[in-house]
């Protein structure tokens, strides 16, 4: 069983995935993808059907989004197969016991089905009718899939992270992959030395420093909830690929993330971490490390992104109010139709109106406004408010440190990216499915604790006798009287 892999036997598993992968993908990237399906079993032995079939949705994703063409080619219609089977296999299971759940949760799932449903409906005004209509079947599919695993699977908070844990294992393995294809195939010594960003298996560096800032919290949860050290192998890669990606959101958002969970944690632990911070610096500085570090050519590429720019959105505050003009003149109410930003470019150069000369939006939260207008402002916001409950509200130990953590990354990601309603990718799947496990699990406010108690006490069984409290009476001649008769007795 998966869970029950060592570190060795994890180690061993994906030494021969990278080998087997690396060595076909040059000749034939198609083969390579196969091996890599034909040897998910030996990473999910033991496991159940259903949760089989969710590591294979994952690695469909993740092929689908990669710079292969047969891969992507060949996984685009499959995943959104496999995303079906899992929603009617979860429909087919025998459910649990009837639980309540919290009214956030309600408002969140209330929330995604009521964008799904948008999406679906825009290809009524939709640019592009023929694109808008599939994606917002896709966009209905993901809806289905995180309501059916609030209220069917994931009451079990075991089976919840078991869920989530194979989702991590499938996104480590993909880093794994992303490291052997790039030693084989040459782009990874350029990009260790600082001359290049690394993107792996994926489509871009962005949408690898996506993935990788996701997969390390994922793993950080799953460590926290089980103990075994063995979880913290996937991280390795993941943290390293970060780097290399040199996704300045990626890399700023998880470090916020971070010290957001120590944030919630109190003092203490802040304290305990700048004590580490300034151990560390000392001891390189003592060791005469600091100058090594500081002059690798690797690190002044990073530092470069951040310091070597006039602008270090590259460009994208052009993009945003090229977005918000476009999207404000023309359609405030409807906007273009859900998945129409990657055709308005191109729609500009045939209508004298429309005066967009921007590819990408580089901002969810822009893009939706553009392509759904304000009608989905609200649901947007319920969205939000909903993942903030989440990231305020839940108590930061064990492994909802890590989802804590997994969220405020996501939400800051996507202030520069366009992926939270993207379903082609493992995006968005990963980071609502991370919101909805938070939210489904949140302690029970003190207003409905009280409402609890209450009503446990207006409903007691007949004929049991009411238990009054006296309450001492503050007057002294009283409390004399009470006094005398106890001496008396």
Not at 56 to 65: E, V
Not at 188 to 197: C, D, E, N, V, Y
Not at 318 to 332: E, F
Not at 352 to 368: A, I, R
């Amino acid at each position: 069983m998966v869970n029950r892999m060592g570190p060795v036997g994890l180690l061993v598993g994906a030494a021969g995935l990278v080998a087997a992968t690396t060595v076909l993908a040059v000749e034939d990237p198609l083969i390579a993808g196969v091996a890599v399906l034909a040897l998910l079993p030996v990473f999910t032995r033991g496991v159940d059907g259903w949760r089989w079939l969710l590591a294979l949705t994952m690695a469909l994703l993740i092929c689908a989004s990669s710079n292969i063409v047969s891969l992507a080619d060949g996984s685009f219609h499959w995943r959104f197969v496999a995303i079906g089977a899992l929603i009617i296999w979860g429909l087919c299971l025998p459910s649990g016991p009837k639980t309540s759940i919290d009214p956030w949760t309600r408002v969140f799932l209330a929330a995604l089905w009521a964008i799904a449903g948008l999406a679906t409906l825009s290809v009524t005004w939709s640019v592009v009718p023929m694109e808008t209509l599939p994606r917002g079947v896709a966009l209905l599919l993901l809806a289905a899939l995180v309501h059916l695993v609030v209220r069917r699977r994931w009451p079990d908070r075991d089976v919840m992270m078991a869920d989530l844990r194979i989702i991590y294992v499938v996104l480590a393995l993909s880093t794994v992959v992303s490291l052997g294809y790039g030693l084989i195939g040459g782009t990874l010594g350029p990009a260790i030395s600082g001359s290049t960003r690394f993107e792996g298996v994926y489509n871009n560096p962005n949408m690898l420093g996506m993935v990788c800032a996701l997969t390390v919290p994922l793993g950080w949860a799953a460590y926290r909830h089980s103990g075994r050290r063995g979880d913290l192998l996937g991280i390795l890669p993941a943290a390293g690929l970060l780097v290399l990606s040199q996704s300045r959101t990626g890399l700023i958002a998880v470090l916020v993330g971070a010290l957001w969970v120590v944030l919630r944690h109190g003092l203490g632990p802040l304290l305990r971490l700048a004590a580490v911070a300034a151990g560390a610096l000392l001891t390189a500085y003592l060791f005469n490390l600091l100058p090594a570090v500081a002059g690798a050519v690797w690190i002044q590429q990073v530092a470069g992104r951040f310091t070597g720019q006039d602008d270090l959105s590259s460009g994208r505050t052009g993009m945003w109010q090229a977005t918000i003009d476009l999207w404000w003149q023309n359609r405030p109410a409807l906007g273009f139709g859900y998945a129409s930003r990657n055709h308005l470019s191109e729609l500009a150069r045939y209508d004298e109106l429309l005066d967009f000369g921007v590819g990408v939006v580089h901002n969810s939260y822009l893009q939706l406004l553009l392509e759904l207008g304000l009608a989905a402002a609200v649901p947007l916001v319920l969205l939000l408010l909903a993942a903030g409950k989440a990231a305020l509200r839940a108590p930061v130990s064990r492994a909802n440190s890590g989802l804590v953590w997994l969220i405020v990354t996501g939400l800051l990601i996507q202030l520069t990216e366009s992926a939270i309603f993207g379903t082609g990718q493992t995006y968005p799947y990963v980071f609502w499915l991370a919101v909805a496990a938070v939210l489904l699990h949140l302690p029970a406010d003190r207003a409905a604790r009280t409402r609890r108690l209450q009503d446990s006490r207006s409903h007691k069984p007949a004929g049991q006798p009411e238990l009054l409290r006296l309450r001492p009476s503050s007057s002294p001649r009283a409390t004399k009287a009470l006094t005398r008769s106890r001496q008396a007795r």
